[in-house]
């Protein structure tokens, strides 16, 4: 049975970088990646500490093996990764509702990612809903980006409550950045 849950160890994060490099793009192929997804950034196990030590993420597990996470990413670590610099820093000047959301109290999905044998059963919004009860009282939104050309991934966003509000491009490849609102 999956348990989701916050990461509470070391070993919890291997995991999450093991998961990791199963779905990094530059390890898959091309209709592989066009079906499930999949990763573009990649972060060390010093780094997912870093994420760690400022806010716990949120993880999948079955049994003791990491099946699912949902990285916290928050403006402690912002800097620490030159992707992740680069998506707070659009997320800075982008606006919603009429202000610019560097005024706002965000925190960032650093990455997110589903097991392929766990696929389809539910668990991003598992591990969204665990990333909303957790964090939700020190936030007023949730904010990730997806690759467009990642279907899958967007519209388990969309179903989740996530809007597009902006776009931008990296590494070649247009990317939306979506918005959860948890005011609402």
Not at 7 to 14: D, G
Not at 38 to 63: N, T
Not at 83 to 93: E, H, K, P, S
Not at 136 to 144: K, L, N, R, S, V
């Amino acid at each position: 049975m999956v348990q989701i849950t916050r990461v509470s160890n070391t070993q919890e994060l291997q995991g999450i970088q093991q998961l990791q490099a199963e779905n990094l793009r530059k390890h898959i192929n091309t209709e592989e990646a066009a079906s499930q997804g999949f990763l573009m950034a990649e972060y060390s196990l010093d780094f997912l500490h870093a994420m760690h030590q400022a806010s716990p993420s949120i993880i999948a597990k079955d049994g003791e093996k990491v099946v699912g996470y949902a990285l916290v990413a928050t403006q402690a670590v912002r800097d620490e990764h030159d992707l992740l610099a680069d998506l707070f820093n659009t997320i800075d000047q982008t606006q919603f509702e009429g202000d610019t959301l560097k005024n706002s109290s965000y925190v960032v999905v650093g990455q997110l990612c589903v097991a392929k044998d766990y696929r389809g059963q539910g668990l991003v919004q598992q591990l969204y809903g665990h990333f909303r009860t957790c964090l939700e009282a020190e936030y007023d939104f949730c904010i990730t980006d997806v690759a467009q050309a990642n279907t899958r991934s967007l519209k388990a966003h969309k179903n989740t409550g996530y809007q597009v509000i902006d776009t931008l491009s990296y590494g070649g490849i247009a990317w939306d950045i979506v918005l959860w609102d948890w005011r609402k």
